[in-house]
Each structure stands twice: as C-alpha cells, then as structure tokens.
C-alpha cells in the first residue's frame, strides 16, 4: 500500500515537472503538488505553500502511514517543508486533528508566500478553513494581471483579495475589493501591505449584493420581503474596466441566496451593469456538476434581458498542476467582453 501511493506521488512530481520550472522561472512557489481526486488518491490534496507542505483530506482522514509517506517523499523533493495536515472530511467540520506545542504553533505561524512576484500571507491553521489563497485560481490572476493596466477593477467575494492585490502589483489605476468577512478583509489589507503596489486598493466590508446593486444603478432597496434591511456602506453608481466575480457555492444574504447551481443570473446582472461598456467581466463557478456551455448559455441570456451585448467569449482554464480526467475541471472561468 505505502509502495503503490508513493508511487503515485511520484508520477505526479514527474507530471510537473516543466510546470514547476517555470513556476520557480518567475517567482511562484506556491502550487499543488497533488490533486488526488484525478491523480489516484481521491480526497486527498497536497499543496506547497513557500515552506508549508499543507496536506488536507476531505473524504476520510489520512491514515498514519500514508502521512508518513508523504513526508518522507516531499522530504527528498522539496527539504525542509513544514508539513501540517488539515483533516476536513466531517460534514460542516472544522478542521478536526488537534495540534498542540510546537505543532499548533508552527501550524498558527504567519508564512509569507510569492505567485508571479506577488506576496501573499498563509496561515495553515486560522480561523476559519480554507487556505487564505485559492491555487487553482492563480490562472484567473495571471489573466487579471495581464488585462489590469490603467483600467479600474471591481473584485467582488473578494475573500483575502488575492484578485485585487494582483491587479494592482500589474499597474491597476484604481483597486476596489469586497467582502462581508471582516477577517478577509483584514487578510487582505495585509497582503496590501506586503506589496509595493503602486496605488493604494480599496477594501469595502459589506454584503456584495448591497454593494453591486449601488455600484450597477439599481439601488438599495430598505425593506426585502418585508424584513428591513441592515445598514451597508453607501457606495456611488460607478462602472469599472474590469469585474471579477468568485461567488461561494452557497450562501445567505439579507438581500437573498447565492446559489451557483440554480440562481448565477441574480449576482451575474448587477456585475455586469457595474461593468463599462467595453469593459470586461471574469465570471467564476466552482460547481462541479455546473457544466460550463449551458452556464454560459446562462449567462448570455442574461445578458440579453439586462440589454447587453456579449461580444466575446473566453475560458480560463487552471493550470497544469490541477489535472482534469476530461478537460472540464470543477472551477469553471469564462472572460466575457462585454
């Protein structure tokens, strides 16, 4: 058993070998090492983080001699890695394993990491679950930073800001995060901090609806369903060069659900009234049983009844480390020119 699953991690370093390369060529080292659920192990994830090795199981908890295998394989590939693992396969669970002494702390301890010369902080442990920067995204901040110069960027469930800070590191004119999650924000403002960026981003703590539905021109309405609504930061009509919307699966809001399987268009139209004429809107959905064309097809018509043209269409895919069986990975990205 530990020969046959070494085995497959060695086939997956070998798999990346030309991608890691050219990661490490302009300063990324931060990528996942492993994707078990098309590479062998479904479930099962290992990911490099600077100095972290972050292994996290979400199916079943990893076995003590598959752990050790793990670490005495990255052990030889990558010295010197602090491995924590992050057991996540409870329904509604927080991380499960407990940690103590110099563990937890090295597990609490505050990294800093680099994408495309971008610094990022990572936490293993923190208060919340997920890793403070998404990997399979990096593919739609390579975009953002390539599309970013001069032009104004909206970035929306901007989580720890990841997005935004990228597009202003580019040469963004003018940066606007938002996200309801204060400690997100607080995420962000440091990763801010980190950077030389060149302007000085802004970081909107609010609802995203509340704040698209002021930034399209639809407004704020006080009452929904007969429940007022709470106070949210009022913001200008204002359309930016560039929207990136990255909405959770699912979850509530004052104003109503999001809900990527049944109800993208709610969040998709104000995003693209907020976006200019010209402009261009980054669409995510990380969804696996989402199939991307009737999504986009979705979207189009969406677009249609908000009197917008779509003017053209362009998947993102996550790169080389986040392998797909069939082409058609979970985390859908589509950069519409609208």
Known sequence: MSTEFTELLASAWHNRRELLASLHAENTNCYRLFHGSVEGAAGLTVDRYGDLLLVQTFHAPASPERLAAIAAFYGEQLPGLA?????????????????????????????VVSEMGVSYLIQARHAGQDPWLFLDLRAGRRRVMQEAAGKSVLNLFAYTCGVGVAA????????????????SMATGKQNAKLNDLPIRVR???SDVFAAIRQYSG????TMVRGKRMPSFPKLEPHQFDLVFLDPPKYAKSPFGVVDLVNDYPALFKPALLSTREGGTLICCNNVAQVEREPWLDQLQRSAAKAGRTIRD?????????????????????????V
């Open 83 to 111: 491995l924590v693992y992050n057991d996540r396969s409870s329904p509604n669970s927080r991380i499960r394993n407990p940690l103590e002494g110099a563990e937890l702390a090295a597990a609490e301890l505050p990294r």
């Open 313 to 337: 269409v362009e998947w993102i895919t996550p790169e080389a480390d986040f392998p797909s069986s069939d082409g058609l990975p979970p985390l859908k990205m589509v950069l519409l020119r």
């Open 203 to 205: 970081f909107v703590q």
């Open 218 to 221: 639809l407004g704020q309405p």
């Open 168 to 183: 202003a590191k580019a040469g963004a004119a003018h940066v606007v995060n938002v996200d309801f999650a204060e400690l």
